[in-house]
Nanobody, 127 residues
Framework: QVQLQESGPGLVKPSQTLSLTCTVS??????????WSWIRQPPGKGLEWMGA???????YYSPYLKRHTSISRDTSKNQFSLQLSSVTPEDTAVYYC???????????????????WGQGTQVTVSS
């Protein structure tokens, strides 16, 4: 059973950098074809995919957030991390880490919806 757990500060000041870490247990973040994502949900809004880091360390970002987002990993700790720079109150949200896998259909590769999620962590951006 794969488990994911987010950790990080719950309050960040505007213009600062939000940093979160996801610790994975029950599976390795380097296992082939798995992708590890950050997803957030602002209050009253839907889920927003922010980006992902693949089993091989490749990174992928939402074009809407790419300028402010960085995802990295520490394979020795089986963790991956999110950094979101220059935050504003609009970045207030519940942040989730999640796992997806790559599959092939009709000769094309796709990323599955997440099959495992962390419980989520509330981050508030406020002075």
């Amino acid at each position: 059973q794969v488990q994911l757990q987010e950790s990080g500060p719950g309050l960040v000041k505007p213009s600062q950098t939000l940093s979160l870490t996801c610790t994975v247990s029950g599976g390795s973040i380097t296992t082939s074809d798995y992708y590890w994502s950050w997803i957030r949900q602002p209050p009253g809004k839907g889920l927003e995919w922010m980006g992902a880091i693949a089993y091989d360390g490749s990174t992928y970002y939402s074009p809407y957030l790419k300028r402010h987002t960085s995802i990295s990993r520490d394979t020795s700790k089986n963790q991956f991390s999110l950094q979101l720079s220059s935050v504003t109150p609009e970045d207030t949200a519940v942040y989730y880490c999640a796992r997806s896998f790559k599959y092939c259909s009709g000769g094309h590769y796709y990323l599955s919806p997440p099959d495992y999620w962390g419980q989520g962590t509330q981050v508030t951006v406020s002075s």
